[in-house]
């Protein structure tokens, strides 16, 4: 069982930078890829990024590739999503998710594929 927690979320000008964090609770965390998702009004949940289980390798949507950098620190418990170069259309809740695809996968864009998710946090992008 992991229980995820997010922050850093924020109202932020168009080009700035946040950071959002993401807290795991258990002793398992190493053992789970950790993906961000999104999901803004009136649209479906969509992939962000992900990292495998060391993090040493990391996988992003061709939206925020070159912006965005996911990392984690397993002695932490703690994944993190840097964002760079803020955009209007990056505006809505993110979500950090713990998963364990079949066959062993090191990330996946599924939502189907990560079993516990945060409550979200809410990122605003003003033009």
């Known amino acids: 069982q992991v229980q995820l927690v997010e922050s850093g979320g924020g109202l932020v000008q168009a080009g700035g930078s946040l950071r959002l964090s993401c807290a795991a609770s258990g002793r398992s965390f190493s053992s789970y890829i950790m993906g961000w998702f999104r999901q803004a009004p009136g649209k479906e949940r969509e992939f962000v990024a992900a990292?495998?289980?060391?993090?040493?390798?990391?996988y992003y949507a061709d939206s925020v590739k070159g912006r965005f950098t996911i990392s984690r620190d397993n002695a932490k418990n703690t994944v993190y999503l840097q964002m760079n170069s803020l955009k209007p259309e990056d505006t809505a809740v993110y979500y950090c998710?713990?998963?364990?695809?079949?066959?062993?996968?090191?990330?996946?864009?599924?939502?189907?594929?990560?079993?516990?998710w945060g409550q979200g946090t809410q990122v605003t992008v003003s033009s």
């Open positions: 998710a713990a998963g364990s695809p079949d066959g062993g996968r090191w990330y996946s864009v599924s939502v189907q594929d990560y079993s516990y």
């Open positions: 990292i495998s289980w060391s993090g040493g390798r990391t």
